[in-house]
T-cell receptor
């Protein structure tokens, strides 16, 4: 009955490789997100996506691209991996709505990416 | 740009009360969240404030002053399991959350 799931949990790879992280949510939410949490534990939004709109944080390199085959999935593809990409990547989802709805985001367990 | 500040670390004693402050300067404001994150785990939702005032939920309370760009999370009757990072996050626009760097709380016996 996992709400937001990610695979793999750990990913170790060489510089220059291309890799993907998968995310699925079974909450019926219409918006999904990718976050990067660096070694200093700073959690930073990378993308938010719903059926209508992809919002990209302008600081994210274009080597990173989200792919959504359907409303319940948002995968993250990373090309030409670099050492600085090593981090924990969290997927999250929420249901859109105007305040006072809180649109709480539910996070997946995270994927620890290590680039050697 | 977005600027969210919290203390980096705090230490408190089991059974005591601790207040974790958060100040923010953001373009747009649609509410402020507090999340708890234990080491190696995902953030989990604690509270949400969109109007000024105090929201109480069991041992945890959260306060917001929009005019001052200020919030705090109050934890009462601290337990060892409360040792975690506490993340302040501001929602701007429809969906995006901008997080502070988090406050690592250590509860000591």
């Amino acid at each position: 009955d996992t709400a937001v799931s990610q695979t793999p949990k750990y990913l170790v790879t060489q510089m220059g490789n291309d890799k993907s992280i998968k995310c699925e949510q079974n909450l019926g939410h219409d918006t999904m997100y990718w976050y990067k949490q660096d070694s200093k534990k700073f959690l930073k939004i990378m993308f938010s996506y719903n059926n209508k709109e992809l919002i990209i944080n302008e600081t994210v390199p274009n080597r990173f691209s989200p792919k959504s085959p359907d409303k319940a999935h948002l995968n993250l593809h990373i090309n030409s991996l670099e050492l600085g990409d090593s981090a924990v990547y969290f997927c999250a989802s929420s249901q859109a709505g105007a305040p006072p709805s809180n649109n709480e985001q539910f996070f997946g367990p995270g994927t620890r990416l290590t680039v050697l | 740009g977005q600027n969210i500040d919290q203390p980096t670390e705090m230490t408190a004693t089991e059974g005591a009360i601790v207040q974790i402050n958060c100040t923010y300067q953001t373009s747009g404001f649609n509410g402020l969240f507090w999340y708890q994150q234990h080491a190696g785990e995902a953030p989990t939702f604690l509270s949400y404030n969109v109007l000024d005032g105090l929201e109480e939920k069991g041992r945890f309370s959260s306060f917001l002053s929009r005019s001052k760009g200020y919030s705090y999370l109050l934890l009462k009757e601290l337990q060892m399991k409360d040792s975690a990072s506490y993340l302040c996050a501001v929602k701007t626009g429809a969906n995006n959350l901008f997080f502070g760097t988090g406050t690592r709380l250590t509860v000591i016996p």
